[in-house]
């Protein structure tokens, strides 16, 4: 069969299996004109499922043309790219993005994987990508079915036409821009953000499974504390990411968490089911830690680590301020969410390309 006419067919039934796209989220300059090259060979097996997972040896160029091959998977073909070209294919993915969430309303779930790829930073391990963290690992097969992370098979599924469209783009930078556009989309804060970020190559730069905070752990402050300390985080970023659970809803037969609908879920939009957080569960906003708080309408999750907040005394400051003040809970959001996205990454170029001023 001709490599076009395979390409087609792949297309239609990346098409044909796109699942319901919600999902909960577990937790939680000056454009450089040199060309750089990175690293990146994949493969994205024919669904259902879909994973994505390495070819053979050597690398190749940051800048690819992805092709059909008679496997039925994708190789990477080397097309060299400069910072100028990148941004340009940034700038159309992001717009690609934002046309996505119009139609099929999947800001929660791409939030959270830019999150649980980010998530698995280790700041005690200098070395890359050994550190973990946001070098897009999670498309390979080995760790994308950890427990934690089921469900964003279909997190995959979405993003993968884009990046076909856009092949010089690393995983690990599609993965983080969807989630800031998804947060910004939604009505929440401009995160600051910069890309260049390199992929891990090959499913042994996976790390161990349990990296990522459980939501029934015995004593949820303590554990939070331990998953984010480990990253770097204080309590006030624990808390202020917290809040992104103001987006999106728990589904049992995913999570173990959550009822399987509720009033304001069993209609959708998207695929109906699950148990949100707040109301409007895709508005970004503060209601979260209003809700919490309230603890008045039983339609509404409260997770062990999410009452933690206004549990322990350390987290309840911050939790009692982003209650009652939403313009200090965004600035604090925008920061925490940048340095996540950024944990572990190695940028080429070193300093990052930015696509906005900073606000």
Sequence with gaps: MAEAAVASQLSLMLKASLADSSSHSLFASTNSIACSSRSQWHRLSQPPPLFVS???PPPLDRGSVVNASTSGGFNSVASPKCAASYTDQLRGARED????????????ILVRLGWHDAGTYNKNVKEWPQRSGAN????????????SNTGLVNALKLIQPIKEKYPSLSYADLFQLASATAIEEAGGPKIPMKYGRLDASSPDHCPEEGRLPAAG???????LRKVFYRMGFNDKEIVALSGAHTLGRARPERSSWGKPETKYTKN???????????VQWLKFDNSYFKDIKAKRD?????????AA?????????????YTEDEETFFKDFAEAHTKLSNLGAKFDPPEGIVLDAAP
Excluded at 139 to 145: H, I, S
Excluded at 217 to 223: E, F, L, Q, T
């Design 298 to 306: 039983e339609d509404l999750l409260v997770l062990p680590t999410d």
């Design 309 to 321: 907040l206004f549990e322990d005394p350390s987290f309840k400051v911050y939790a009692e301020k």
């Design 54 to 56: 390495s070819l053979l």
């Design 136 to 147: 897009g690992s999670l498309r390979f097969e080995a760790e994308l079915k950890y427990k």
């Design 268 to 278: 959708g939009p998207g695929a109906p089911g699950g148990q949100s957080w707040t």
């Design 97 to 108: 993005i934002r046309e996505l969430l119009k139609s099929k309303y999947c800001h929660p």
């Design 217 to 223: 752990a015995s004593s949820p402050a303590d554990h």
